[in-house]
Antibody
Framework: QVQLVESGGGVVQPGRSLRLSCAAS????????MYWVRQAPGKGLEWVAL????????YHADSVKGRFTISRDSSQNTVYLQMSSLSAEDTAVYYC????????????????WGQGTTVTVSS | DIQMTQSPSSLSSSVGDRVTISCRASQPISRYLNWYQQKPGKAPELLIY???SLQSGVPSRFSGSGSGTDFTLTISSLQREDFATYYCQQSYTKPYTFGQGTKLEIK
């Protein structure tokens, strides 16, 4: 079945780095744009990053630009989020999600979501 | 960035009620508007995309409307499993921002 499984979360000290992974299965990974979305404790959803289906285009929210980088490896059916210079404001559940539309049609929302991985930034 | 504002932030309703949630964009976004439902401790689920298209598997009591800057999610007859938080999201211009959410509670 179509599935996304995130990993890599944990407790990290301020200023340190962490890499999140999202393993995809059950669909043609290379046909879909992929997203990272986060949710701080008790707060709403925040769009973090998007990578196009072929990896040629990447977009990051202003709040993480220059610190986080989204990437993908189609040979591994995996999307990554490299996070650096972490601060307490980055504490959240991080979800990866798949674009509903294929290829360049990344504007129809996100139809498949992982269960989330929790990142806690604390000394 | 485009700001998305939902109203109300919370509401209490009863099973069987008709409920409407509004979402306003800070600039026109055509029909590039999506709605999600999130239950506590769970990932969001896509309900509506492109303002009014029902995602596969979503009950027909959910509907969406609007274009430009003003959008509406309607639940025609609330069921117990619909009590959750709802988010709108624009997908017109990156970053694809979310609204702050509307928490729907049982009266």
């Amino acid at each position: 079945q179509v599935q996304l499984v995130e990993s890599g979360g944990g407790v990290v000290q301020p200023g340190r780095s962490l890499r999140l992974s999202c393993a995809a299965s059950g669909f043609t990974f290379s046909s879909y744009a992929m997203y990272w979305v986060r949710q701080a404790p008790g707060k709403g959803l925040e769009w973090v990053a998007l990578i196009s289906y072929d990896g040629s285009e990447k977009y990051h929210a202003d709040s993480v630009k220059g610190r986080f980088t989204i990437s993908r490896d189609s040979s591994q059916n995996t999307v990554y989020l490299q996070m650096s210079s972490l601060s307490a404001e980055d504490t959240a559940v991080y979800y990866c999600a798949r674009s509903l539309g294929k290829h360049a049609a990344d504007y129809f929302g996100m139809d498949v979501w992982g269960q989330g991985t929790t990142v806690t930034v604390s000394s | 960035d485009i700001q998305m504002t939902q109203s109300p932030s919370s509401l209490s309703s009863s099973v069987g009620d008709r409920v409407t949630i509004s979402c306003r964009a800070s600039q026109p976004i055509s029909r590039y508007l999506n709605w999600y439902q999130q239950k506590p401790g769970k990932a969001p689920e896509l309900l509506i995309y492109a303002a009014s298209s029902l995602q596969s598997g979503v009950p027909s009591r959910f509907s969406g409307s609007g274009s430009g800057t003003d959008f509406t999610l309607t639940i025609s007859s609330l069921q117990r499993e619909d009590f959750a938080t709802y988010y709108c999201q624009q997908s017109y211009t990156k970053p694809y921002t979310f609204g702050q959410g509307t928490k729907l509670e049982i009266k």
